[in-house]
């Protein structure tokens, strides 16, 4: 999970504002733009109310991607639940990462729900909601490099080569800390992967919840890779809306607060995110 013109996301930073793991389908680059996506299955539609445009980024999994035409995530389930919350439509439009700002800000959507970090620079062009989870930038390696790449200072070696998804908070940190290393931008996590699999970077930044899903979720399908649960930064994902709508994000704010308190938030996070209910603590010698 991602500065509007100047994007950044967590991996949901966006071209303006947070990764996907082979578990996603790979998306298709000739989709059209803004087109409104297929909502999954089952999910409920109010009959009354002005529909509430939802733009969508489906380049993120398990926050946002998409399968076999069918829109799915984190993001999704919550689009899912939060139109009859509201008593209104709800319509997916699916928007390139990098032009979500843009058509926010030109009106046509209502809404970013697409794993996007909160950062002061996208403070000053939209309002976000309160957040809905806590992730942080973490990396990726082959199994069989992990133990000679562990080492936090072999990120930052003349001969490292680190990959993250363009313009979001993991390349943000990458080209502020990483001095020595040859840094590579895609345009996805799924490219990302690929180059990492075809050995063509050593290390692959995403936030946390693409890495557990890459490398500890369940079905997982890259065995061969590895997470350093390392995080580099801290970041919050929430949703964002118009400075000129503050009546909207008094609304959602509502959503979110009942959420939390019914146990939907975590029903949501918990189902995409299998490995956020594993915590191990980690005691001193002598503690009993």
């Known amino acids: 999970m991602q500065q509007m013109r100047s994007t950044i996301r967590p991996g949901l930073g966006w071209a303006g504002m947070a990764a996907a793991a082979l578990l996603a389908a790979t998306l298709s680059s000739a989709r059209a733009e803004e087109v409104p996506a297929t909502m999954p299955p089952g999910a409920p539609t109010p009959a009354s109310g002005e529909p509430l445009r939802v733009g ?7 926050l946002a991607f998409e399968e076999n035409g069918v829109l799915k995530g984190i993001e999704v389930d919550f689009a899912k639940r939060l139109g009859p919350a509201l008593g209104r439509p709800i319509e997916l439009i699916r928007t390139k990462w990098e032009n979500l700002g843009d058509k926010l800000a030109e009106k046509k959507i209502d809404l970013i729900m697409s794993g996007t970090s909160i950062t002061e620079e996208r403070k000053e062009k939209v309002n976000f909601t309160d957040p809905y989870l806590e992730v942080g930038q973490m990396v990726i ?5 992990f133990i000679a790449l562990r080492d936090p200072k072999a990120m930052d070696r003349p001969a490292s080569r680190v990959g993250f998804v363009s313009r979001t908070t993991g ?12 840094l590579h931008g895609y345009a996805s996590t799924d490219e990302g992967i690929q180059a990492l699999k075809d050995q063509q970077i050593d290390f692959f930044i995403q936030d946390a919840p693409a890495v557990w899903r890459v490398t500890g979720g369940f079905m997982n399908e ?20 118009p400075k000129d709508n503050p009546e909207l994000l008094k609304q959602l704010n509502a959503v979110l ?14 189902k995409w995110i299998t490995v956020r209910k594993t915590s191990i603590e980690v005691k001193p010698a002598h503690a009993q």
């Open 171 to 182: 390349e943000q940190w990458a080209r502020k800390h990483l001095k020595k290393a040859k």
């Open 141 to 145: 390696v082959r199994e069989q490099d």
């Open 257 to 270: 607060k009942q959420w939390k308190k019914d146990g939907t938030l975590n029903e949501v996070l918990d």
């Open 56 to 62: 969508i980024a489906p380049n993120y999994p398990p």
């Open 222 to 241: 890259n065995q061969h890779l590895k997470g350093l649960y390392r995080p580099l930064t801290k970041e919050e994902l929430a949703w964002a809306v």
